[in-house]
């Protein structure tokens, strides 16, 4: 089946936005129903970035019903220019054959027209919903700190970094504008949910606690470009398993301590394939293993002796796909605090 | 929920992947696995769970049943009916290796020696595969077969948990057909297996929308204040199917609407809507306030039945527009069945905070269409304003959809637009499906993972179980009366029921809410 496109509607101007989406609704055809969660604005200032974020919300309101503001701001442009459509997305709901719609209204921002994101955002969020900003791309300054005061979870890719620190810096700074009110959502640890869920089932049941006091080494492999990916990962084990780094990188291994003085090597290889490929832990002569199945979509775990063949099972894998990132981090409630504790665990390798 | 299991687990590399208490590597072990229940519930719920990553990998399902199978030709059965009842489509490459996790074991529920080869199978498993001892066995046979599976199970040793691992039995309803029966079953059950082994699974506490109510009530501030007999004037639970016996004659024939549905279902659903605040999320906390519901109901005298229960059974009519036969016209039914097909009732807690509030319950087969509501009917606005020497305004009523189109609304006053001051109730509507755009899982798929984590909260306690036979004891006895016993009446196939349905609220000056 092609893929469905959304456009991203009908030109509108500023002041009738409001008056424009009315329309939309007593003019669209059929038994529609809009719904809404949140607000999801979502900022870029890649040039096609209008086009090709309103199919990444055409596809995340399939699974989730939000009022969506897409934005484009080029700060450089010379020339002031504001332009504004609005659109909506709408799915047959999984219950029967109702049409579910979301709002979209879209921005261009031009010169210095930029500034007015933070005016462009508190005049068209759905009242009452909480507002997640995702941002995509790079912080730079100025940073609005009145823009940061609304926002309630700010979603970000740290794999699209060049500077690390730096970038967090700004987040941080955001958040301290907020009071530590935002909730702070890093996709590139969205993408190691299933692989961190399937390493975490092998240690369930307590008679297998005992491993985490003899973990000797972990190995993971990350796909090029995806070295971040990976460090996180072994952030989150650091940070769960309070190992303390030991050395840094070297020519992509490294060690951890743990809290008993026993040295746990990591081995971080690049190798073709999804950004986190092959993990394996190993403890007391056990290979605890996840590794993507030949299928592509699914993850293939086993346990048992080092280099021996074990019984293996398979597991859903996680996509990569950016609509379905949003999508899960979307369902996703609460604080990211283990997100945190593995980010300071592995900081200074990132 | 259960904060217990939640304790114990002490695997930190689970914090913040899910709100959960992580379900255990265990082998299932089904009894009666050749029956309709396995194949278009639970191994449909097992593959799903597995499909979605949430079955732990080293789970392995070991059928057991009397017919002569290989492991090969019962995973092959399974595999055409879960692709036939699967909420999602079955992969064959998830299905391959789940399939190698499920075995049959072929043997006569009463034969002691099978047991013991079970035991060794399942020791041999437990080092092969990495279940560590752990057992969930699941009553899936008739209740009839209970008594030789439990005391077989303990005979070969299967019932009692080794050092760090445990041995659960779920127990399908029906959990007796009367009070006595109920203890009888519960006897024979506690033999085996203590009641914290024990799960009884009701699977109306698996749907989603019944969990929700518990956060409605406890996560909202705005309904506590107005949740009790001073701004509540009823409550209406309706559970409405358009099927018949559908291929159940032989049951439904010793049961009727009042065991199938009320004894549990309805009382269940009751018991969340009407309980106190628990002092927490333990299973046990929550079971505390719903058995105090149950204890509570106003037990009837006879006569007293007669004026507050209504027992129908449908007659000819049509359903949809297609003619559908009586209840007695149907396959391998008694020409002249007293069975009830529908039942209303008026109930009353009498407890401190619902004393005088009626409770309306009405279930019924071959009903215009199907869902299950609970509806909580507020008092009226005071008539001194909009409404001062006319016609009453409607009620404010808020509606909690079980099933289906699983969501809540509620109904208020509106002035219509104009420069009149006309007023109209309108309806603020909630609906899961609309606002989450992800499938809820099956009931069974939830009730198996919490049995799996030891989080009794969605199963039903002992108590809770022979004290709403106790209450239902009273009405099936009266019935059951050879002189002066409340009537049967008829209704027509596609109708809400017999007149004596509405005249139970027409008395009160109410009515049933349109459904």
Known sequence: MPAETYSLGAPVELGKIDKELKKLWQEGEGAMTRASLVNLAVYSEESGSLEKNTQLVGKITEDHACRALVIYSDRAAKEDRVEAWVSAHCHVAHTGSKQVC????????????????????????????????????????????????????????????????????????????????????????????????????????PASHH????????????????????????????????WKTDQPTMNGSCRFLAADNRKIDVELRQQDGPPVGAVAIRSAGIEFKVAPAECGDLLEISRGQAGEPANSQLMPAQSYDLADLMTQELLRGGAHRVYLRALNCVRQLL | MNRAAEAEER???????????????????????????????????????????????????????????????????????????????????????????????????????????????????????????????????????????????????LSEARSGSWSRVIVEKPFGSDLD?????????????????????????????????????????????????????????????TLGVEGRAGYYETAGALRDMVQNHLL?????????????????????????????????????????????????????????????????????????????????????????VPIYMRVGKRLPKSGTEISVHFKHAPAVLFNKGGEALDQNVLVIRIQPDEG?????????????????????????????????????????????????????RRDEVEQAWAFIDTIEDAWAA???????????????????????LARDGRAWRRF
């Open chain 1, 102 to 205: 979301s709002e979209q209204l879209s921005f261009r921002l031009e010169g210095p027209c930029a500034k007015l994101l933070p005016s462009i955002v508190f005049s068209h969020v759905d009242s009452d919903l909480p507002l997640y900003l995702w941002w995509q791309g790079e912080f730079h300054e100025p940073m609005n700190p009145q823009l940061w005061a609304w926002v309630d979870r700010v979603i970000y890719d740290s794999h699209d970094w060049r500077n690390f620190d730096e970038q967090m810096r700004f987040v941080e700074a955001a958040q301290r504008e907020a009071r530590q009110r935002i909730v702070l959502c890093d996709l590139n640890w969205t993408r190691l949910d299933r692989i961190r869920f399937a390493l975490a089932q092998f240690f369930d049941h």
């Open chain 1, 211 to 242: 491993h985490f006091n003899s973990i000797e080494s972990v190995d993971v492999k990350f796909a090029p470009g995806f070295k971040s990916t990976a460090i996180l990962l072994v952030g989150w084990l650091a940070a769960q398993l309070k």
């Open chain 2, 11 to 157: 695997n930190p590399l689970r914090e913040g992947l899910s709100a959960r208490a992580a379900p255990q590597p265990c082998a299932v072990v089904i009894f009666g696995a050749t029956g309709d229940l396995t194949h278009r519930k639970l191994i449909p719920a097992l593959y799903n769970l597995a499909a979605d990553g949430e079955l732990p990998p080293a789970t392995v399902v070991i059928g057991f049943a009397r017919r002569e199978k290989k492991d090969d030709d019962f995973r092959n059965e399974l595999e055409e009916t879960t692709k036939k009842f699967s909420r999602q489509p079955v992969r064959d490459e998830v299905w391959k290796t789940f399939a190698q996790s499920v075995f049959y074991h072929q043997c006569e529920f009463e034969d002691e020696a099978g047991y013991k080869t079970l035991a060794q199978q399942l020791d041999k498993i437990d080092k092969e595969r990495g279940t560590r001892g752990n057992r969930l066995f699941y009553l899936a046979a008739a209740p009839d077969q209970f008594e030789p599976i439990l005391k077989n199970l303990k005979a070969a040793g």
């Open chain 2, 181 to 241: 029966s109920a203890r009888e079953l519960n006897r024979i059950v506690r033999n085996s297996f203590s009641e914290e082994q024990t799960y009884r699974i009701d699977h109306f506490l698996g749907k989603e929308t019944a969990q929700n109510i518990l956060v409605l009530r406890f996560a909202n501030a705005i309904f506590g204040p107005l949740w009790n007999r001073h701004y509540v004037d009823h409550i209406q639970i309706t559970a409405a199917e």
């Open chain 2, 268 to 356: 269940q659903l009751l018991c969340l809507v009407a309980m106190e605040p628990p002092v927490d999320l333990e299973a046990n906390s929550i079971r505390d306030e719903k058995v105090k519901v149950v204890r509570s109901l106003r037990r009837y005298s006879r006569d007293d039945i007669a004026t507050n229960v209504v027992r129908g059974q449908y007659g000819e009519g049509a359903i949809n527009g297609k003619p559908a036969p009586g209840y007695r016209a149907e396959k391998n039914i008694n020409p002249k069945s007293m069975i009830d097909t529908f039942v209303a009732l008026r109930l009353f807690i009498d407890d401190w905070r619902w004393f005088g």
């Open chain 2, 408 to 460: 809540i609304s509620l109904r208020m006053q509106a002035k219509m637009p104009g420069t009149h001051f006309r007023i109209q109730p309108v309806k603020m509507d909630f609906h899961y499906g609309t606002s989450f755009g992800k499938a809820s899982p099956e009931a069974y798929e939830r009730l198996l993972l919490d049995a799996m984590s030891g989080d009794p909260t969605l199963f039903a």
């Open chain 2, 482 to 504: 050879k002189e002066n016993a409340p009537e049967l009446f008829f209704y027509p196939a596609g109708s809400w029921g017999p007149e004596a349905a509405d005249d139970l």
